[in-house]
């Protein structure tokens, strides 16, 4: 009789995992039921799978309650068409745990969390600690570390992570992989016969990601631009490299139109551009003005946005 799948062996995230937007109004609320059509528009667009309440969503400047509700109403709005990853990272490891708690409760398919900012794990094992404690929350639920040191401060050899916590860490099934160290990612790949899944989360270097082993992608552009992507994986797969890295010089292309234009909340503006309105973002992200949009949707359009960005 085969053995019952312990979490971490289950789940396998593959192909573009959207990391989905907060919708807000202009008080500053959460705006919950603009999340549905969000969804549904991110689903048609051809994501395989949603991360929430990460850097996109604006997680860190949610208050619990209100990540809470995100992720209910993401996981009531996905009703089990893709994968949904809710992360739960704080810098109180007791409200990280709290969040992992609720995320099983609410039938979330996988947690994914992000280390104390403020004070800093400061040895591996200490971070390893902080994980374990985390994840304890939800016993059922795979768990994927997210590792993005430029924004957290924290930066561990991810291998090390892995050989060493999966003994603390029982539902422990991979990393979004949101460095540019390629070369860690790739032992990563390669670490213990290929046993986790590590999703690269740069979206403006997936190309450098697939040829490194990535077994799935994380990232903002994937709500509204997930058609170019699914060509560049098309392309590599088929071994046309030429096609590939001209279609991932045009993702570098609408980032930099995108950011550019609009900073930060220009990637929420851009959701519009899709018939996906997102409405503004919370301080301190700044939301783009009329002007910037406009500005956006030109720059956009002569790069031949509205030609591929559509499902």
């Known amino acids: ?9 289950s789940l396998p995230l593959r192909g573009l995992v959207a990391a989905t937007f907060t919708p807000f109004r202009a008080d500053g609320t959460i705006n919950l039921p603009r999340i549905k059509p969000v969804i549904d528009a991110v689903i048609a667009q051809g994501a395989t799978g949603l991360y929430v309440c990460g850097s996109t969503g604006e997680g860190p400047l949610l208050s619990t309650a209100e990540r809470m509700l995100v992720a209910e109403a993401t996981v009531k709005a996905a009703a089990g ?3 949904v990853v809710i992360q739960v990272g704080h810098n109180s490891i007791v ?6 708690v609720h995320a099983q409760r609410i039938g979330a398919d996988a947690i994914s969390a992000t280390p104390p900012g403020y004070f800093k ?7 390893i600690a902080c994980i374990a404690h985390i994840t304890s929350g939800a016993p059922k639920l795979p768990f994927y570390y997210y590792n993005i040191p430029i924004l957290s401060g924290v930066r561990f050899d991810m291998v090390d992570f892995l050989r060493k916590g999966s003994a603390r860490i029982p539902t422990l099934r991979g990393i979004k992989f949101s460095d540019s160290h390629l070369h860690e990612m790739l032992a990563c790949v390669e670490f213990d016969g290929g046993r986790y899944d590590i999703l690269f989360g740069v979206d403006e270097m997936l190309l450098g ?10 990232g903002s552009t994937y709500n ?15 071994g046309d490299l030429a096609e590939a890295r001209r ?6 292309a609408m980032v930099r139109i995108i950011v550019g234009v609009g900073g930060r909340g220009g990637l929420k503006a851009a959701m519009a551009l899709v018939g996906a309105e997102c409405g503004f973002s919370r301080l301190p992200t700044v939301t783009c003005t009329p002007g910037q949009r406009a500005q956006m949707k030109k720059e956009l359009a002569a790069l031949g946005f509205f030609d591929w960005a559509r499902p």
């Open 247 to 252: 279609l991932q010089s045009l993702s570098v």
């Open 95 to 100: 409200e990280a745990r709290g969040l992992a």
């Open 1 to 9: 009789m085969p053995s019952k799948k312990l979490p971490s062996e």
């Open 224 to 238: 509204f631009a997930a058609p170019l992507y699914l060509k560049i994986i098309a392309a590599f797969d088929r």
């Open 209 to 218: 990601g697939l040829a490194f082993g990535a077994r799935g992608a994380v």
């Open 121 to 127: 794990p400061d040895s591996l094992d200490n971070f």
């Open 81 to 83: 068409r893709v994968p």
